[in-house]
C-alpha cells in the first residue's frame, strides 16, 4: 500500500503556542488529504477536508483560524494547531488518497500535548 | 442519531473462538464500508473495506454487507491475544471530492483472552 510519514510522532508545547504538523505522501500525489483528531477512549472525528491547491473545508464546529490547514503541494499537507491550549491536546491523525486510489492511507498520527 | 454506531463492547472472547463485531450506519447512499483495527496510541489499521452486498473473505477475516439493513459486520475466526484492540468501523460516500472522507464509528473494544 502507500506510504503517509506524519511528523512529529509527539510535540509537548506551552500553552499559548503554536504546533506544525506535517503529512507527506511518500510514494504517491495525494489529490486530497484528511486530517482527523480523536480524544481518549474516543473515535476519531474529521477536522477538515483539504484538496491540493485550494482552501481547506472546515467541519462544523471545528475553528478554521485556528486549526490552520495548509496543502500547497501534491505531497504535503500541513496543520497547524495556533495559540494552543491544554484541551487541544489529543491525537492528531492524517490521511491521504491519490487521484487513483479507492482507498485512503493514514500516518502514524501526532500526539500532542499542550502543558 | 449517530451516523456511524457500534457496540462499545468491550467484547471479551477466549482464544480459539470466532469474534463477532457489529455495525449499523444511517446514510442510505452510503457506499464503501470499512474494518479497521487500533492498537492504543497507534494509527488505525486498514482490516477490509467492502463495496457491495454479501460476504467477503481475507484469511481468518469475514465481512459482511447488508445495504438494505443498513448493516456491516466483522467476524474473526481463530482468535488471537493479538488481536485485541479496538475495532473501528467507517463508512464514506461514494464519488465527488470528499470521496475518502470516513465516517467512523465508536469503536468496539475486543480482548482475547489465553
Known amino acids: 500500500g502507500a506510504v503517509v510519514s506524519q511528523h512529529p510522532s509527539w510535540v509537548i508545547c506551552k500553552s499559548g503556542t503554536s504546533v506544525k504538523i506535517e503529512c507527506r505522501s511518500l510514494?504517491?500525489?495525494?489529490?486530497?488529504m484528511f486530517w482527523y483528531r480523536q480524544f481518549p477512549k474516543q473515535s476519531l472525528m474529521l477536522m477538515a477536508t483539504?484538496?491540493?491547491?485550494?482552501?481547506?473545508?472546515?467541519e462544523q464546529g471545528v475553528e478554521k483560524d485556528k486549526f490552520l490547514i495548509n496543502h500547497a503541494s501534491l505531497t504535503l499537507s500541513t496543520l497547524t494547531v495556533t495559540s494552543a491550549h491544554p484541551e487541544d491536546s489529543s491525537f492528531y491523525i492524517c490521511?491521504?488518497?491519490?487521484?487513483?486510489?479507492?482507498?485512503?492511507?493514514f500516518g502514524q498520527g501526532t500526539r500532542l500535548t499542550v502543558v | 442519531q449517530k451516523e456511524v454506531e457500534q457496540n462499545s463492547g468491550p467484547l471479551s472472547v477466549p482464544e480459539g473462538a470466532i469474534a463477532s463485531l457489529n455495525c449499523t450506519y444511517s446514510?442510505?447512499?452510503?457506499?464503501?464500508f470499512f474494518w479497521y483495527r487500533q492498537y492504543s496510541g497507534k494509527s488505525p489499521e486498514l482490516i477490509m473495506s467492502?463495496?457491495?452486498?454479501g460476504d467477503k473473505e481475507d484469511g481468518r477475516f469475514t465481512a459482511q454487507l447488508n445495504k438494505a439493513s443498513q448493516y456491516v459486520s466483522l467476524l474473526i475466526r481463530d482468535s488471537q491475544p493479538s488481536d485485541s484492540a479496538t475495532y473501528l468501523c467507517?463508512?464514506?460516500?461514494?464519488?465527488?471530492?470528499?470521496?475518502?472522507?470516513?465516517?467512523f464509528g465508536q469503536g468496539t473494544i475486543l480482548t482475547v483472552h489465553p
Open positions: 510514494d504517491f500525489q495525494a489529490t486530497t
Open positions: 490521511s491521504a488518497r491519490g487521484v487513483t486510489h479507492t482507498l485512503t492511507f
Open positions: 467492502i463495496y457491495s452486498n
Open positions: 467507517a463508512v464514506t460516500l461514494a464519488g465527488g471530492t470528499s470521496y475518502g472522507k470516513l465516517t
Open positions: 483539504s484538496n491540493e491547491g485550494s482552501k481547506a473545508t472546515y
Open positions: 446514510d442510505r447512499v452510503s457506499q464503501s
